[in-house]
């Protein structure tokens, strides 16, 4: 027997298990939002989510207000041409999504629905709207028409204009609890790489986000992050300098190795705050967070912090950045933070 309120189909992460649900009462109850924002880091697997919810409202014979994988409507989804469904995204990968791929879309919009149903737009990466994109999807948002819905994913929805924002209701599919992301992604690793240990090492080096931890644990991430560590120690103790780090390190994949250093300051300041080491999120760097903490005070791991913050946004919004200055002046700031004393 299978319980149908709390069984997750086989092909679902259960860490989606509660939105689904919610998503699945507002279809019942006929008021899903014709524009809903699916908001959550990389790596929690937003676009499948999108999809399975797109099918839904597609199928022409749902069951218990899921695809049921066998009309027609199913069929044309699944082999990638169903003629009521779009799915916009960067042209190119770090690229944009530029104003006339909307307009293209608009287009098809303005036309009744092929299969005589819903017709549904996925925009994989709201946050790779350009400004005039943006504007023109607004208009769509605004009227968006009979049985027309727009899922937009994306990472920090506070950072979406407010003008979309505000037409889109959220659903946030949030970072799993550890037992659950661990257990998951046990499952996925071959048995000889299962240990917790080393599970648990991946999720933290995924920011608990269990798909990205399989994606890491795929390019050998372990031996970037041990670089970054000896490159940092050896800047901070004077042995490597700056400019030359910044060589190695704008050739590599920045935004993820930002996001290391923004975690591990955020251990560096919750130490300096409580001297206990206990919860910290990347136990196994203690060592050099004591001997950085020993020489630097606050307000500048602080001042780091929100320099390091605000030049992953940068690389987030895709400006022109000159990476090799960033990761020297960075590092730079990195090198004085330990002679500022305490
Ligand atoms: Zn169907």
Redesign the pocket.
């Given at each position: 027997m299978t319980d149908r309120v709390s069984a997750a189909p086989l092909d679902w992460y259960p860490w989606q298990v509660d939105q689904w649900q919610q998503v699945s009462q507002m279809i019942q109850q006929k008021r899903l939002p014709h524009a809903l924002i699916i908001g959550g880091v990389a790596g929690l697997g937003k676009l499948k989510f999108a999809t399975k919810l797109a099918a839904a409202l597609l199928?022409?014979?749902q069951i218990d207000n899921m695809?049921?994988?066998?009309?027609k409507?199913?069929k044309l989804l699944a082999s990638n041409s169903h003629p009521d469904y779009k799915l916009m995204q960067p042209e190119e990968p770090s690229k944009a999504i530029v104003v006339d791929q909307v307009r293209k879309l608009q287009h098809a919009m303005a036309t009744t629905a092929q299969q005589g149903g819903a017709r549904v737009v996925v925009i994989n990466g709201a946050s790779d709207l350009n400004l005039n994109a943006a504007n023109a999807l607004l208009k769509q948002l605004e009227e968006p028409g009979d049985r027309s819905y727009f899922l937009l994913l994306h990472q920090w929805p506070q950072t979406l204009l407010p003008t979309v924002r505000s037409r889109c209701q959220l659903l946030n599919i949030d970072i799993p609890e550890s037992t659950q992301a661990l257990d998951w992604l046990q499952q996925q690793l071959p048995t000889e790489e299962r240990s917790v240990d080393k599970t648990i090492k991946l999720l933290q080096l995924a920011n608990g986000a269990p798909l990205r931890a399989l994606q890491l644990h795929a390019s050998r991430a372990h031996e970037l992050r041990h670089q970054m560590l000896v490159q940092l120690t050896a800047v901070f103790r004077g042995k490597e300098s700056a400019v030359d780090v910044a060589k190695i390190w704008h050739k590599q994949p920045l935004e993820q190795m930002l996001s290391w250093w923004v975690e591990w300051l955020n251990d560096l300041i919750k130490l300096k705050m409580t001297s206990n080491a206990q919860h910290l999120a990347n136990p196994d760097i203690i060592k050099l967070l004591q001997a950085v903490d020993q020489r630097s005070n606050i307000i500048d791991i602080y001042a780091l912090l929100e320099r390091l913050t605000e030049q992953l946004n940068f690389i987030h919004l895709r400006r022109n950045l000159n990476t090799q200055l960033v990761c020297e002046q960075l590092l730079h700031q990195w090198y004085l933070l330990v002679r500022s004393g305490r």
């Open positions: 199928c022409q014979q695809a049921c994988g066998a009309c409507s199913c």
